[in-house]
């Protein structure tokens, strides 16, 4: 059985897949318990974001991430 994703899903694990493997883990505990707060809710995608917040979200989120790496040239 394969699970088809729409794009901000794909996003989302894209995402998720680039965690180190502690915060992946955090990350994971998190979602559950949210989830455990309302068992039944769906996520409508189509009132969330548009593609353009998501790409501004991304590139904003990757640069914030590349500035909080420190520099390995030296």
């Keep these: 059985m394969e699970v088809l994703l729409n794009a901000r899903e794909a996003t989302l694990l ?12 955090e990350l994971t505990a998190l979602s559950e318990r949210l989830a455990a707060l309302r068992p039944n809710t769906h996520i409508d995608w189509s009132d969330s974001w ?20 420190p520099d390995e040239s030296h």
Excluded at 14 to 25: G, I, N, V, Y
Excluded at 54 to 61: D, G, H, P, R, Y
């Design 14 to 25: 894209q995402a998720f897949r680039r965690l180190p493997p502690d915060a992946a883990t």
């Design 50 to 69: 548009s593609d353009e917040d998501l790409q501004e979200f991304t590139a904003v989120s990757a640069s914030r991430i590349n500035a909080e790496e």
